[in-house]
C-alpha cells in the first residue's frame, strides 16, 4: 500500500537540500537517509533519501543527485510515498494510519449512526475526519480524545461524544436563556 509521507517545499541553500512539509508520525522510520520513495508526478522519481537534519522547526532532505538549488526548486510541491505493508501498525496503540481509518462506520456511544469516514485532513493544529452522512452531507469531526473516545478496528468503527452543535445545529444556549426573545430596542428608543 502507498501512503503520502511528505509533500517537497522549497528549496533550502545552494546544495540541494529541500525544506519538508511531513505528512506522517514517524518520519524517522518513513524518511530516513537511504529511504526509497515514490512521486507524485512519477516522473519526479523515484528519490533516494541520501541525508536529513531539522533545521529551525522544519525537516530538510537532500536526495541522491540533486546536488544544487535548480534541483532543489524542480522537485517543489513533489509529493512523496512510502510503500507500506497494510498489516503494519504503529508502534503506539494509541496512533492509526489513515487506511486503518478510512471508511470506519462513526456512531455516538449509544449506537446512533452518525455516518462514515471519507477523509482525514491533517491540519497544523490537529487531524479531522470528514464524515458522510446518511443524507450525502458532511460534518468535520475533530481526532481528539476528547470527541472521538474509541477507534475500533475489529468492529470497524469510530465512537465520538461530541459537544453540542458539532454534528447539528441545535446548539445549547449557555445559562438556559431562551433566545428567540430578544432585548431589543424596538427602534424609538425606548425599551
Not at 513533489?78 to 496512533?95: K, Q, R, S, Y
Amino acid at each position: 500500500m502507498q501512503l503520502v509521507v511528505g509533500r517537497v517545499g522549497r528549496a533550502h541553500g545552494i546544495k540541494g537540500e529541500v525544506t519538508v512539509e511531513v505528512r506522517t508520525d514517524e518520519p524517522e522510520v518513513r524518511l530516513g537517509p537511504g529511504a526509497v520513495l515514490a512521486t507524485d508526478p512519477a516522473e519526479a522519481g523515484p528519490l533516494t533519501i541520501e541525508s536529513g537534519r531539522v533545521h529551525s522547526g522544519r525537516l530538510l532532505l537532500r536526495f541522491e543527485g540533486v546536488r544544487d538549488r535548480t534541483g532543489a526548486e524542480a522537485l517543489r510541491n513533489v509529493l512523496l510515498i512510502a510503500e507500506v505493508d497494510p498489516e503494519e501498525l504503529p508502534e503506539d496503540p494509541d496512533e492509526f494510519y489513515d487506511h486503518q481509518l478510512m471508511d470506519l462506520d462513526v456512531v455516538l456511544a449509544d449506537g446512533t449512526e452518525i455516518g462514515r469516514i471519507t477523509e482525514i485532513t491533517h491540519l497544523p493544529s490537529q487531524d479531522l475526519f470528514i464524515v458522510e452522512r446518511p443524507d450525502g452531507s458532511e460534518v468535520m469531526i475533530p481526532f481528539v480524545e476528547e470527541i472521538v473516545t474509541e477507534i475500533d478496528l475489529e468492529e470497524q468503527r469510530a465512537v465520538i461524544d461530541p459537544p453540542p452543535g458539532l454534528i447539528d445545529d441545535r446548539a445549547e444556549v449557555a445559562g438556559g436563556r431562551d433566545v428567540s426573545s430578544r432585548d431589543v430596542p424596538d427602534g424609538d428608543g425606548s425599551s
